[in-house]
């Protein structure tokens, strides 16, 4: 199993930020793909969860509204469109499997 992370980066409140997970090493489109964060000092925290069909979503509380979760199942690629970025987005995004596994994130930083 292998998650790659990217589209992160430096970005200004309003801005928005699209962030990819390519996937390989299992059925991908038999496969939920949830979207945690950890932010600086704390710890890892759920933002969304995508079904295998790419059908269902699920957004956790902060983020309803502004985050979408996607995935291509034929290219097994899965995204998390951010919208505006809020400060406290700043933090180490990682696509991952519901049992946990998970790439090594990517870093969305938001400054003013």
């Known amino acids: 199993v292998q998650l790659v992370e990217s589209g992160g980066g430096l970005a200004q409140p309003g801005e928005s930020l699209r962030l990819s997970c390519a996937a390989s090493g299992f059925p991908f489109s038999r496969y939920a793909i949830r979207w945690v964060r950890q932010a600086p000092g704390k710890g890892l925290e759920r933002v969304a969860v995508?079904?295998?069909?790419?059908?269902?979503?699920h957004y956790e509380k902060p983020v309803k509204g502004r985050f979408g979760i996607s995935k291509d199942n034929g290219k097994n690629f899965a995204f998390l469109l951010i919208n505006n970025l809020r400060p406290e987005a700043t933090a180490l995004y990682y696509c991952?499997?519901?049992?946990?596994?998970r790439g090594r994130g990517t870093q969305v930083t938001v400054f003013s």
């Open positions: 991952a499997l519901t049992d946990g596994t």
């Open positions: 995508i079904d295998g069909g790419g059908q269902e979503t």
